[in-house]
């Protein structure tokens, strides 16, 4: 089967498409031919989308991505620089939250945003678990204070440079530092052996957080969760994550229950130029 279709009448031969592809499977149209695909290229195609997308007068459609699937960009939509430096400078790591479970959809057009999030040959690693419920979070939470109390034994520097002991030392006097009251937590995995999905969670992650203060939701990284997750034995079984599958990354959500009214500054950006 093509990977793609050309329709004739649209295609001005421009090439943009064959520029375009990352993996270069489409030979390069000339006034006697259409572009099409090279020898082999179902086998290598990655599913980007990004021949048909770039394709200025939609001529390209992909069997796997038809284009009705593919919405035109909305350029009135686009947001201005300054809007956009607003936006990412005034996210911030929300740890007090309303308590009021956010209902199911708003979760899920979370997730649905997080999905566009980039990842090494598009192979789009990352699994979600979502966990919620007071009575769950608190049991993940207790979880995770019993891998501290095992670090403040066996792994004492790493410990005390994480302040494990003050961690504990609030869990025991009623305060949860670990979920801190969240009514849910997303949690990330992958396949133990995917090389790149330590990286496409960490990114997916990030398009949550993102996508969460969009939302107008609070979201804030499970740190310490996400590292009890991936290492201690007796939560991972308690997780009961897919065979094979490694946590790599966690993340609060829930409704904020304050609003912030300044940009905090952070360190000027480390960098040599050469
Ligand atoms: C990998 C990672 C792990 C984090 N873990 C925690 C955590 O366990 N608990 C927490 O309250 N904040 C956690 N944070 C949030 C950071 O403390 C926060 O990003 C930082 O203080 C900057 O604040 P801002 O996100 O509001 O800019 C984590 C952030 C990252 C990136």
Same mark, same amino acid.
């Given at each position: 089967?093509?990977?793609?279709?050309?329709?004739?009448?649209?295609?001005?031969?421009?090439?943009?498409?064959?520029?375009?592809?990352?993996?270069?499977?489409?030979?390069?149209?000339?006034?006697?031919?259409?572009?099409?695909?090279?020898?082999?290229?179902?086998?290598?195609?990655?599913?980007?989308?990004?021949?048909?997308?770039?394709?200025?007068?939609?001529?390209?459609?992909?069997?796997?991505?038809?284009?009705?699937?593919?919405?035109?960009?909305?350029?009135?939509?686009?947001?201005?620089?300054?809007?956009?430096?607003?936006?990412?400078?005034?996210?911030?790591?929300?740890?007090?939250?309303?308590?009021?479970?956010?209902?199911?959809?708003?979760?899920?057009?979370?997730?649905?945003?997080?999905?566009?999030?980039?990842?090494?040959?598009?192979?789009?690693?990352?699994?979600?678990?979502?966990?919620?419920?007071?009575?769950?979070?608190?049991?993940?939470?207790?979880?995770?204070?019993?891998?501290?109390?095992?670090?403040?034994?066996?792994?004492?520097?790493?410990?005390?440079?994480?302040?494990?002991?003050?961690?504990?030392?609030?869990?025991?006097?009623?305060?949860?530092?670990?979920?801190?009251?969240?009514?849910?937590?997303?949690?990330?995995?992958?396949?133990?052996?995917?090389?790149? *999905?330590? !990286?496409?969670?960490?990114?997916?992650?990030?398009? %949550?957080? +993102?996508?969460?203060?969009? @939302?107008?939701? /609070? =979201?804030?990284?499970?740190?310490?969760?996400?590292? *009890?997750? !991936?290492?201690?034995?007796?939560?991972?079984?308690? %997780?009961? +994550?897919?065979?094979?599958? @490694?946590?790599? /990354? =966690?993340?609060?959500?829930?409704?904020?229950?304050?609003?912030?009214?300044?940009?905090?500054?952070?360190?000027?950006?480390?960098?040599?130029?050469?």
């Amino acid at each position: 089967m093509s990977l793609f279709t050309i329709d004739e009448k649209k295609c001005h031969r421009d090439g943009i498409c064959a520029a375009e592809c990352p993996l270069s499977l489409i030979v390069p149209p000339d006034k006697d031919c259409l572009p099409r695909q090279i020898p082999g290229a179902n086998e290598l195609c990655i599913n980007c989308g990004h021949c048909a997308a770039v394709c200025p007068r939609g001529a390209l459609s992909l069997t796997a991505m038809p284009l009705e699937t593919m919405p035109p960009i909305q350029a009135e939509l686009g947001i201005s620089a300054s809007q956009a430096e607003q936006f990412l400078r005034s996210r911030r790591s929300i740890r007090v939250y309303k308590d009021q479970p956010v209902e199911r959809e708003v979760l899920e057009r979370l997730l649905r945003l997080a999905r566009f999030a980039p990842s090494g040959h598009n192979i789009q690693p990352v699994h979600w678990t979502v966990f919620s419920g007071k009575e769950q979070l608190q049991a993940l939470a207790a979880g995770t204070v019993e891998w501290m109390r095992w670090m403040m034994k066996e792994q004492t520097a790493m410990a005390s440079l994480m302040h494990m002991d003050l961690v504990v030392a609030q869990w025991e006097a009623g305060k949860d530092r670990i979920l801190r009251g969240a009514p849910h937590v997303f949690l990330a995995h992958a396949p133990k052996a995917e090389r790149t *999905a330590p !990286a496409a969670c960490a990114i997916a992650l990030t398009y %949550l957080d +993102l996508a969460a203060k969009a @939302l107008g939701l /609070g =979201a804030c990284w499970a740190g310490y969760f996400g590292a *009890a997750a !991936a290492t201690f034995p007796p939560l991972q079984k308690a %997780l009961a +994550l897919p065979e094979g599958h @490694l946590a790599m /990354g =966690a993340m609060m959500v829930g409704w904020p229950k304050f609003t912030y009214h300044r940009l905090p500054e952070r360190n000027p950006a480390r960098v040599t130029w050469r």
